[in-house]
């Protein structure tokens, strides 16, 4: 059975910095492309940024460029998302997922609130 | 980066069909086939009806059917049922390697 379970959310202030952690079970990890998606509340569907399989390549949404870094383990069956310089607009549930534009699997979600 | 343009809202009647559009631009709905449809009910993860505009996921029902012309996609729902009452949101890849999502269409079943 594929399992995605992400961790790491919070309560952080404004101009502070998170990492989420995704690890993933039932599949082989490091033949996938990933990708991590975040839903403000009451908001609809975003997508923040992908990975390839290898890690080789990388993109994100304008909006969280320069700020937010993804990258994997694949000898850890893990996806990260290094968050710094939070903005309170980048407060929602944050999944991560197989695959990119067709994501057939996700996680539960972790939600991260940027507040002071 | 703009957002795919749907609409807001859409309601049918049980058993009818419905119709959700999708409208891109040159630059992702109309230059890839890869366009995908998510269904979503209120504080549940969503769930993938449709890729690479027409491909239906293993275990997703037939009612479900997508399609494609120029920079609009869109989403058929035949046999509407009370069931199906849901967010539903479209995505595209888009040229750059980036990936966009629509503002998403709440189906409401009459």
């Known amino acids: 059975e594929v399992q995605l379970a992400e961790s790491g959310g919070g309560l952080v202030q404004p101009g502070g910095s998170l990492r989420l952690s995704c690890v993933v079970s039932g599949f082989s990890f490091s033949r996938y492309w990933m990708s991590w998606v975040r839903q403000a509340p009451g908001k609809g569907l975003e997508w923040v940024a992908n990975?390839?399989?290898?890690?080789?390549?990388?993109h994100y949404v304008d909006s969280v460029e320069g700020r937010f870094t993804i990258s994997r383990d694949n000898a850890k069956n893990s996806l990260y998302l290094q968050m710094n310089s939070l903005r309170v607009e980048d407060t929602a549930v944050y999944y991560c997922g197989r695959g990119s534009v067709a994501r057939d699997s996700w996680g539960q979600g972790t939600l991260v609130t940027v507040s002071s | 980066q703009s957002a795919l343009t749907q609409p807001a809202s859409v309601s049918g009647s049980p058993g009818q069909s419905i119709t959700i559009s999708c409208t891109g631009t040159?630059?992702?709905?109309?230059?890839?086939?890869?366009v995908s449809w998510y269904q979503q009910y209120p504080g549940k993860v969503p769930k993938l009806l449709i890729s690479e505009v027409s491909k239906r996921p293993s275990g997703v029902s037939d009612r479900f059917s997508g399609s494609k012309s120029g920079n609009t996609a869109s989403l058929t729902i035949s046999g509407l049922q009370a069931e199906d009452e849901a967010d539903y949101y479209c995505?595209?890849?888009?040229?750059?390697?980036?990936?966009?999502f629509g503002g998403g269409t709440k189906l409401t079943v009459l």
């Open positions: 995505c595209s890849y888009t040229s750059g390697g980036t990936v966009l």
């Open positions: 040159s630059s992702d709905v109309a230059r890839y086939n890869l």
């Open positions: 990975i390839k399989d290898d890690g080789s390549e990388k």
